[in-house]
């Protein structure tokens, strides 16, 4: 089939060269004229891994080409996926501004169509509050008379694993009105359904419904995720007041078939383009509609909170008077990990930056690490930190370590060396990457979330 997929960012990126894969002819669109000039030249301008190699041969092959020009395969695609950013807008609310900018121009190229041309179906795969699909549909036919749909197809993609997601869904969810419209998104996904069961059988899920109920669906979906995440949070603090383990209440409550075994991770908060800017989008039309979402609110509370767990125990372990602006004059820390997660170089909303925020505010100087993220940092905070190349080098003579991303290459550090480095073997573990006795045996002073710190 013939498909265009417009945004070239994280999710349309991996769209593209999904349906690639697949054997689809894609063109991939997008505004900016740098990224288009780099994936042009085979270079991602984002890191996910295999997205390189999957970039390099379908644009060899010549089943994959990047444009700027919208108008560029309108004529004979079955499918035009809108891909672009839905930020929060100031009140909350996702911005709809370039879906619907999309949209306007898209319905101003369809005349490029024949005009008894089967309808093309315009796919919101940006996530996208209720009711957007209709918005579309409007932005649209104030441009145009010829045929098309607009359909629902929230995206799930996990960054850090994203082409697997893509090629090999748990479920794939449309919101569409004709079977005109499920037709085409079955043939487009066909393969990526028939692999997914081939690899688990209950994988490959296939959801036909209203485009409402698809575009609640996502934001359900990453409300509860997040609700999770908040929940282990608190449950960890509870922990280290009454001396228990949270790794030990995760794997016991994540055995129980109906909890599961997923999202049960303590950690320094959610962050991440999604979970913030849905939550709140969510929150939005909760509070829109008349309908509270206090579980929702409470998530979103504990995270803001949870965001600051790392600096407060480096306060706490220095004695410093909170709300004082030098406490750590002096101090030299490493943090390893800057990216919102393991496995990405995406920062957006990464707990990273408001712990270096909040330590080089209070004096601290910090040297950081991370294996894909540090150029996104540097771009957005400059020489505020040191940036090191080699993240054993970089403890060299400082006071402690702080780890904020779960990179396996850290977890799987020799600390004996990073101890002989360090001035003094202390740690601020924002992952749990090591468990509390070693750490003890080993004559660490460390910090984690849940347990009770060993080695004081
Ligand atoms: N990143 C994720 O993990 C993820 C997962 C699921 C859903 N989503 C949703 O998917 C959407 C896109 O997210 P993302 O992370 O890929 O964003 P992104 O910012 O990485 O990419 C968006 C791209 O759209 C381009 N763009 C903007 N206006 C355009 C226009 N008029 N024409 C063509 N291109 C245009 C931008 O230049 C950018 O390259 C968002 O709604 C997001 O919530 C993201």
Redesign the pocket.
Known sequence: MQVMV?????????AAVGFAESGHSVIG????VA?IKKLRQGIS??YEPGLDELLKKHQESGALKFTLD?QEGIAVAHAAFI?????QSEDGS?DLQ??I??AK?LGRHMHLRAKDAKPLIVVD????PVGTAAKVTAAMAAETDQAFEVVSN??????GC?IDDFLLPDRVVIGCRTDYAEAIMKGLYQAHLDAARKRNPEGGKWFRMDPPSAEMT?YTANAMLALRISFMNEIAALCEKVGADVDFVKVGIGSDHRIGKYFLNPGPGFG???FP??LQALLKIARENGQSLRSLEATVEVNRHQKQVLARKVREHYGCVTGATAGLAGKRFVLWGLAFKAHTD?I?EAMALELIENLVGQGAELIVHDFEAMPNVKARIGDKVRYAEDFMAACEGADALLIATEWPQYQQADLKAVAERLKAKVMFDGRNLFRPETMKAEGWIYHSIGRLPVGL
């Not at 891909?83 to 930020?87: A, D, E, H, L, S």
């Not at 929230?154 to 960054?159: A, G, I």
Request: charged residues 30%.
């Open positions: 417009i945004g070239s960012g994280y999710v349309g990126l991996v669109v997008d505004v900016d990224k301008p984002i919208m891909c672009v950013g839905t930020p996702a370039f879906v900018a999309v121009e795969k940006s996530t996208v929230p995206e799930f993609l996990r960054e994203a996502k991440g383009s999604c800017k849905d995406d957006r």
